[in-house]
T-cell receptor, first 113, second 120 residues
Framework: DTGVSQDPRHKITKRGQNVTFRCDPISEHNRLYWYRQTLGQGPEFLTYFQNEAQLEKSRLLSDRFSAERPKGSFSTLEIQRTEQGDSAMYLC???????????FGPGTRLTVT | DQQVKQNSPSLSVQEGRISILNCDYTNSMFDYFLWYKKYPAEGPTFLISISSIKDKNEDGRFTVFLNKSAKHLSLHIVPSQPGDSAVYFCAASAGLPFMNYGGSQGNLIFGKGTKLSVKP
């Protein structure tokens, strides 16, 4: 059990650029979640996959955001035309079906200048 | 509208004493509650959880108490150690699919966190 990994750990980008983050969940976990955390707040749910199916999207996930999990293993989160308000920590978590406990990765800190 | 509230942004405790972190929730559909610990520049680490069918769950120095009628839970750490200094998040989940409460099957709703400082 190597834990949830995320890449990159930090990303600085200019407003208007596209960015993509990757998450590798714990290998036997079939559920994968993306959250966003800003300063002084708890993590906020963005979207969720069960295997390769994206089952839920938060209203926080604007049209500029897209997430994929093509083979039911790793996932990517892409933000197009980044805005300064997108600056946040993007967290990925995974869990087994039927389990409430989610295990988080270290996060990707995005700074949009 | 915050469904999970941690009203104390910070708490300072002496080493060896008890730390009590509190959490209130508003949505009666929540049926599972979790506590996470977070160090700076790291993701949240799962600590302990409790199902709504229980009122207490204990794991070593950590105990979570749930009072369903008051929609309140608390995390007790005893004895507190300097390494416990971190931000603690309370989270809630409703296991039912597709319920219209702003969540989904199993995603977590977090409070804003309480920063615990344990002084030697």
């Amino acid at each position: 059990d190597t834990g949830v990994s995320q890449d990159p750990r930090h990303k600085i980008t200019k407003r208007g650029q596209n960015v993509t983050f990757r998450c590798d969940p714990i290998s036997e976990h079939n559920r994968l979640y993306w959250y966003r955390q800003t300063l002084g707040q708890g993590p906020e749910f963005l979207t969720y996959f069960q295997n390769e199916a994206q089952l839920e999207k938060s209203r926080l996930l604007s049209d500029r955001f897209s997430a994929e999990r093509p083979k039911g293993s790793f996932s990517t989160l892409e933000i197009q035309r980044t805005e300064q308000g997108d600056s946040a920590m993007y967290l990925c978590a995974s869990s087994r079906s039927g389990s409430h406990e989610q295990y988080f990765g270290p996060g990707t800190r995005l700074t949009v200048t | 509208d915050q469904q999970v509230k941690q009203n104390s942004p910070s708490l300072s405790v002496q080493e060896g004493r008890i730390s009590i972190l509190n959490c209130d929730y508003t949505n009666s559909m929540f049926d599972y509650f979790l506590w996470y610990k977070k160090y700076p520049a790291e993701g949240p680490t799962f600590l302990i959880s409790i199902s709504s069918i229980k009122d207490k769950n204990e794991d070593g120095r950590f105990t979570v108490f749930l009072n369903k009628s008051a929609k309140h839970l608390s995390l007790h750490i005893v004895p507190s150690q300097p390494g416990d200094s971190a931000v603690y998040f309370c989270a809630a989940s409703a296991g039912l699919p597709f319920m219209n409460y702003g969540g989904s099957q199993g995603n977590l709703i977090f409070g804003k966190g309480t920063k615990l400082s344990v002084k030697p």
